[in-house]
């Protein structure tokens, strides 16, 4: 079973900076359509960024912020985060879905354990 490993989490000052990275535990599983959700504590999971054929989605709240990318040499997506706000502060989960050269399943059935990010004021 495939996983995906987030990281790059960790506490930082409002108005700063964070870059999580996404990739998957076995090298054959291609992340080619990507979603970046987060959870603040409490509330529900909402998508934040995704990035599927190089097209990229944004959150309203996030747009001009936040911007997701791929590095396929890498097999990694990236989410940089920049002017952080305390409403930020989340668990940010990585998922993706299944591709192949037919195509992307739809079902999005691979997560990562989660990073937590938390900006203080």
């Known amino acids: 079973q495939v996983q995906l490993v987030e990281s790059g989490g960790g506490l930082v000052q409002a108005g700063g900076s964070l870059r999580l990275s996404c990739a998957p535990s076995e090298s054959t599983f291609s992340l080619k359509a990507v979603n970046w959700y987060r959870q603040p504590f409490g509330k529900q999971r909402e998508l934040v960024a995704d990035i599927m054929n190089d097209i990229p989605y944004y959150l309203d709240s996030v747009k001009g912020r936040f911007t997701i990318s791929r590095d396929n040499s890498k097999n990694t997506v990236y989410l940089q985060m920049d002017s952080l706000k305390p409403e930020d502060t989340a668990v940010y989960y990585c998922?993706?879905?299944?591709?192949?050269?037919?195509?992307?399943?739809?079902?999005?059935?691979?997560w990562g354990q989660g990073t937590q990010v938390t900006v203080s004021a």
């Open positions: 998922n993706a879905d299944y591709c192949s050269v037919y195509g992307c399943s739809g079902l999005y059935q691979y």
